[in-house]
């Protein structure tokens, strides 16, 4: 197994920079129960106005985010709570119109609403056999995609009640991202299926680098890789244009193999699950784990970037999402479940964060400013 490599900084500037974690807005009226996921609209060129948040309770809660001229958050306002009739899992914005959200749950309903619209209401443009787990809106193919724990993933096109694909799985949907013409799908029994969306055929079906259960991932914003983290305080890079040397005994000489892993959201023998890990559009990444820590990370250089553990060891990060414009970090503090209904301790509550990034938290690094 690889790792991040401990180095010594050449210059100030290679240096973590302190956390300004002390200074996030805290989002009002957060979720009543434990938050499942959080999701923006906009884009690369478009700030994100609309916070979306689910959680346990079923409800899907939005929030409207205001700026200053200069780009600074100045309010976080409440517009909107629905409810699906089960705990909900997941969200996701069309970010084509940037209003209208779409959800999933344990209802086994995909549903979708304005989020502009004063006293919106749900409606349920699709249906799996068994609880929503993931939801995925894709611009580039206007499609939307949902994976489930009834071992498929459907492609929905909004003008049809029917899905224009079904996409059967070896097991459980776990986790599921998408970009470009890539749909990365991770799997019960640490499988993950890779599928090309051009062609609507799946590419390769490959067991986890890592030794235990999957919790998440994330395809590079270049697309050419994806990240998993899993329960074991791990996280893998895996790269596509690889994926045909697993397995295989390198000749002598070849190039050094660029899929690793790492382990990371450790404290000496206690081992946290990595509950989230999403990619900046500077293809630095970033990991939020049950230790109530978040990282971000150069993948290329191998190398930490900036920290945020003002919340280590009090309550679990249960997602973490970057603004599609990279400026502002989401995060949820609140349960996720991975230490069992036991230690659920409602008096932390559940808190929704926005945190301003700067730049040296998400810009590569330069190699020659870092020495081993």
Known sequence: MSSFSLVKNKSAAAVPQPSTQESDVKVPNPPADCISSLAFNG???TPSTLLAATAWDGTVSVYEIQ?????VITNVVPRQQLRHQAPALCCDFNSIDNVTVFSGGCDNKVNMFNASQPGATMTTVGQHDGPVKCIKFLPEKQLLLTGSWDRTVKLWDLRSPQPVAT???????YCMDARGQVLVVGLAGRKFAIYDLNSGQKVQEIDSPLQYQTRCCAVFHDCAGFAIGGIEGRVALEYFD???LRGKQLPPGSPKPKSFAFK???EKADIFPINAVGFHPRNTFVTAGADGCIYTWDK???HKLGSLELLKFQ??????KFAPMGNVLAYAASYEWSRGAENYDASKGHQIYLHHLQPAEYERKDPSTLKK
């Open 242 to 244: 690889e994926m045909h």
């Open 264 to 266: 990371c959201h450790r």
């Open 315 to 320: 309550v679990p990060i249960a997602d973490a």
């Open 43 to 45: 884009n690369l060129q």
């Open 167 to 173: 996409l059967p799985q070896s097991e459980r949907v």
């Open 300 to 302: 290329d250089v191998r």
């Open 67 to 71: 700026y200053s001229q200069q780009g």
